[in-house]
């Protein structure tokens, strides 16, 4: 079955902190990598890809392990407007460009 | 700016009625997507279409129809609403086959009583 697991948290950090999420997938043909956020009773939104080379995005570092088949996401220097979900998604490489999401990180940045 | 329109923000329904969701997007997306999310089970797709009058199913389409007639609009049908249709529905459009970057509608909040 094609799985995509993450701790569902939640994680509690102060403004400024830094936090790591990690996700791992099951489906070792899978050749797409995402991290959308959500907020809390909204859509979720693309908040950055990941390559394999890993990528920056801000404050924003995701980095992707094929071998291991985990990705991650650090963000550095806590915001309390970062406070979100954060679903991990992965293509699901059925035949057709779906995508298989995880079912969250739930992250809270206090004062 | 992508836009992917809802019809309704909430919903409420009785079992056993035929209910319609709407879905609008204007970009000119060939694929668009149905999901459903429930606390603890995370974004589940129902249905997809690649292209107009074009569907596949998804990982839970038993109760679930749906109808592409136009390429903008992605219509979800269900056929005899029941409680554990009670859920929060999303609309997701994305360019092409090459291009999984999915954009999201507001969502529709349905209540079937």
């Known amino acids: 079955r094609k799985e995509v697991e993450q701790d569902p948290g939640p994680f509690n950090v102060p403004e400024g902190a830094t936090v790591a999420f990690n996700c791992t997938y099951s489906?070792?043909?899978?050749?797409?990598f995402f991290w959308y956020r959500q907020d809390c009773r909204k859509e979720p939104k693309l908040l950055m890809s990941?390559?394999?080379s890993g990528n920056e995005d801000g404050r924003f570092t995701a980095q992707l392990n094929r071998a291991s088949q985990y990705i991650s996401l650090l963000i550095r220097d806590s915001k309390l407007s970062d406070s979100a979900t954060y679903l991990c998604v992965v293509n699901a490489f059925s035949g057709y460009s779906t995508l298989t999401f995880g079912k969250g990180t739930m992250l809270l940045v206090s004062p | 700016d992508v836009k992917v329109t809802q019809s309704s923000r909430y919903l409420v329904k009785r079992t056993g009625e035929k209910v319609f969701l709407e879905c609008v997007q204007d970009?000119?997306?060939?694929?668009m997507f149905w999901y459903r999310q429930d606390p603890g089970l995370g974004l589940r797709l129902i249905y997809f279409s690649y292209d107009v009058k074009m569907k596949e199913k998804g990982d839970i389409p038993e109760g679930y129809s749906v109808s592409r007639e136009k390429k903008e609009r992605f219509s979800l049908i269900l056929e005899s609403a029941s409680t554990n249709q009670t859920s929060m529905y999303l609309c997701a459009s994305s360019l092409s086959g090459s291009e999984e970057t999915q954009y999201f509608g507001p969502g529709t909040r349905l209540l079937v009583l």
């Open positions: 990941v390559y394999s």
């Open positions: 970009m000119d997306h060939e694929n």
């Open positions: 489906n070792s043909a899978s050749q797409s």
